[in-house]
């Protein structure tokens, strides 16, 4: 009978490995509303020879692996559906290297957002990086795993496409540079382009195809000053077009569309939150009068307007990340909170939020709906978001039925799911193109003959 | 405080409650040294809530992570929820909780702790005379302006007798009238609240109520910030306490104000280290350095965390004594030695002498001591008169 | 069913039709203003209607006393024109509307109103209001409404101001002390107007402070700074009042510099015009206003109105002058901290 705790505490040490019912029990569960399943095991690496050895005998005795960051996707990515190990990356948290000339950072595995956001404003104030809303404590390469978004979304894409090269450790053990690093172990400056992009082996995969031990990102300029210009309007049909309008304007940074009954103020109202950066006075005065003039039309015709912000109101709009998201858990008195987040075309946006408000009537529940535009409004994310007293259990159920609409809804309408639940993923397989699906499960056997990368998922 | 058992689900664990406002480092005591996600202020709310409901059962470990939380207060300050004033309320009614639910079964080193207080009237096991330090420091007479309670560590511990020293010496070099109780000091019952202990704390906050009444006592300084904590807090919820408590600092303040004490020109760098029961419990950020930079030439450093954002030392709720987070280069009374010479200071300046023995302690194992010297607030200044 | 005491009668006799002469905006002369003006009595369309910025002037320039104001927001209403973006007006009926959440001190015959700003506690500390901080109410459940009068929803103010005064006047309140010019301007202009009965006495906060400043004058250390004075939209409701500001900066020691926006020439924050009209308008208008400060050689600009302070602080700091509220220079002069600024 082979002992993996001992093999495991002879890989990390005894005090970075549990098997303890408390440790189990924790990571085995998220803030969202997917059931629980306790791993056997908690394993806390510190270098990339660390999370080999762990592969390799797991591949070798076949025991599922899944590698966890902060553990916010709150839709049950990172719960062991089979257990096994889950290794939690946070003490790989070392910033390995900014360039500035050619803005890029090389962090490990389970470096933080906040740490990195931290580390650049003191080092490097010139630069940043795409800040998602997430709590600080999400980790830049679990973000980038599940497609996240941040500030600089709006801009760059999303924060996937801002890596610029992987290490990755393959479900068989072997450790492989992806990008230009890959020839030139100095230079992260590209996840693959112009040659074949394997970095899409691994982005969006959930892990189901390796873990990243490394990740290389754009940095992008950092100005001075920042600024947050709030747009009002109480017909959903114009939202499309003025995200349009603001979009060509090529003058924002993130633009972020807010609609939800509470607090009072916003009852009745979509909230377009426009961020604008700048490096002074004269550079912010003029992107807020080509943004007031490319929606003068709607101002003029009385269907929206700018609001004054009072300066004591302005910091929650512009923190990053904003605590102002995870409040929503509280809304409830109930720590709970789970969304959809479809990928959706703009001109959507109106089935979308409509279908929201028929949820929220159908099933009674708390909710808000916020969107963030992608890349220049090629697609944005819109969030089905609710919030649950994790004591209520018959509002857990009915936010779980409401959700399983809008991800049916989302189908119907072309939509793609964000960090799709099982359940999600498995809807997705369904309907996706046979022949598509058959590379999917090629990549995965090859890649993970075993079956042991977070098993359950993307299991096609 | 409301009531734990109706609120506690209500953590979401977005772990605000790990990182400083600038979210440069961990500032979790426990969850810096031990880095599971069970050992943050997330990870013990949503285990006690669990047990609770009986999804786990009392273990061993479930106690050590229960115990391992130094009450810092880092995650009230930092948690983003309405409820955050609360959160380590909770886990200290949560630990009263399981010490009656569980018949006691808590850690040996806390059960140790506990039982000593009761039995010896301190944690440290210490038997002796509790004035034995006080090189003829008179008792308080009723008419003295200020009581000065020492307290447990200034009474027993080897800096912590250095400190009370060195405050009294202070004191009557500026003509202030004051006393101890000597032997007849009881502890003040801070850990032993904050353990969970509560009948042991009521006793304890009683006895020393009745005697301070007894003896007219008005003003209250004193040495430890726990002490004053205390106090200030907890003990008007036990009885009406009819005195005004301050911190020696707060005294010292108010002393070098009115020119009652006069350093000397010092020209030396110095790093203070907010201890939690004075900063972010008592929001006392201003006077410890006001009193440092009474001193002609003085350089106060600051380390990166600082006030609000201090990295606790590791040493709070009675883990002075349980030592709950030692034994490991990530204990949090080494990282913030670490961090206290990276400011280039020659001097770390405390207020506490629960800080003084935890960081006192890491200066050695970090092999600094050459480098950096641990010194309270009054013996800098003492050393510049 | 509240009706507007407007007689048409003293704006036919009217020799001057200073409302819209005098207008900072529209610029008329007497006789185009006197056709503009009888359109609006008949309830007929005119571009004053849709041209209005809404500051409030014309209810001082009448030398009647006729509520010229109230009578353009009544015909926008009527007629569905919308001085600013629908969604606007929103914001600000669901934000301000009843719901429970109003704090009430200890409230004894004499009280202060910091209608439902959440600054006012924080300015209301110190010697100044010793005695009666305590005594205090806060909420939308006594919030004036006049913000309405931006948003041509004269039928919001109907509906809820007789409510607010009734919720005031239920806690026993004999006197109260607007903190808030906009609520006093309320009380005594508005109110009235409407034939609303106010059954307590209001006071200036202005008339408060001078009478407390007067108490503590041997705490006065003469504060010898040059001063702006930024008077709201609100004041043109109250005129009478604006005496005080040069009551308090005499008592204070502080010398007020001699600018042409002044007294029934001076202009307002713009930020309500900015989220009508935009912000040509806007820009413009606290363009002239803060240069004007500078070539006055003001050093510091005192605010009466917290949503000034809050919408322009940051403007009037970047043009090197010092924003502060009239309670912190009070406070101030008395050597007492103020709070921290914007």
Known sequence: MIDIYNLLAEIVGEQHVSNHKEERYFYGCDPGLTPPHEPDYVVMPETTEEVQQIVKLANKEKIPIVPKGGGLALTGLVIPQKGGIVIDMKRMGKILEVNEKSRYVVVEGGVTHGMLQNYLKKHHPKLRHSIPDSPAISTVVGNAVIHGQGRLTQQYGFNSDMVSGLEVVLPTGEICRIGSHSISSQHWFSKGAPWPDLSGLFLGWFGTTGI??????????????????????DKIELVPDIILKLTHTEM???IVVNEQPLPPRMKGNIYILIIITGDSDEELDFKRKIIWDALWDIFESRDGGFLSVPADMKPPLLEMPSRDVVRFADVRKGGGFEYSGPIIPLEKYPEFITKQKELVSKYNLSYSATSRVIAGGHCMMYAFAFTFNRADPDEMDRIRKALREAAEFTVEQGGMMWKPTIEEQKMIIERMDPNTLKIMKKIKELLDPNGIMNPGNWEA | MT?????????????????????????????????????????RLWLIYAWLKGEIEWSEHLAEILYSCTTCKN?????????????????VAARSDMMEKEKGRIPPRVTSFLEDVYRLGNPLKERGKRDAWANGIKRYQPGDEYLFYVGCLGSYDEFGRRMARSVARLLSEAGISFGILGNDENCCGNEVYLLGE?????????????????????KVVTLSPHAYNAMKNNYP??????????HYTQLLCGLLRENKIRPSRNKIKVTYHDPCFLGRYNKIYGEPREVLQSIPGIELLEMERNRENSFCCGGGSGNFVTDLLGGSEESPSRIRVREAYETGADILAVACPSCMTMLQDAVKVENLESKLAVKDISQVVAESL | MLQLNFDPAKCIACKTQDCLVKCQYLRLDKDKAKTEMQKIINGEDSFVLHDCVTCYAC??????GNHPFYLIVERQEGRGILPAPRSIATMWINQCEPRGRFTVGKVKERALSFCFIPIFPLWATGKLFDGIASSYIMGEEFFCNAVFLHYAKMSVIKDRLPKVIENIAKLGIKELICLHDECYGTFNSLAPAYGMKVPFKTTHYFEYLYEKLKELKDEIKPLNVKLAYQRPCSNRLSPKTQHFVDD???LIGAHRVKREYVGENALCCAEVIRMGQGYKIADDVQKRNLEDMVKAGAEYCVFNCPMCYLSIGDKVSKRGLKPIHIIDLCKMAIGEKTAPGV
């Not at chain 1, 990243?212 to 950092?222: D, E, F, Q, S, V």
């Not at chain 2, 983003?80 to 380590?88: A, E, L, N």
């Not at chain 2, 006793?203 to 007219?216: H, M, S, T, Y």
């Open chain 2, 75 to 91: 995650c009230v300050e930092q948690c983003p929820m309405k409820f955050s004033s609360d959160i380590v309320d909770w886990i």
């Open chain 3, 248 to 250: 308090i900066f005499n």
């Open chain 1, 212 to 233: 990243i031990t490394k990740l290389g990102l754009r940095l992008y300029p950092c100005k001075k000053m920042r600024d947050v210009m709030v747009f009002l309007t």
């Open chain 3, 59 to 64: 209810e001082e320039y009448c030398k009647m």
């Open chain 2, 3 to 43: 009531d734990y058992t109706k609120q506690i689900h209500r953590c979401f664990r977005c772990g605000y409650c790990k990182f400083p406002s600038d979210y440069s480092d961990f500032n979790c005591p426990s969850y810096a040294r031990f880095r599971f996600d069970t050992y943050s202020t997330s990870g």
């Open chain 2, 198 to 218: 509560k009948e042991l704390f009521q006793v304890l906050a009683e006895r020393n109520i009745q005697k301070f009444k007894e003896l007219g006592v008005k």
């Open chain 1, 252 to 254: 924002t940074e993130d």
């Open chain 2, 237 to 246: 919820l036990v009885s009406n306490a009819y005195f005004e408590v301050s």
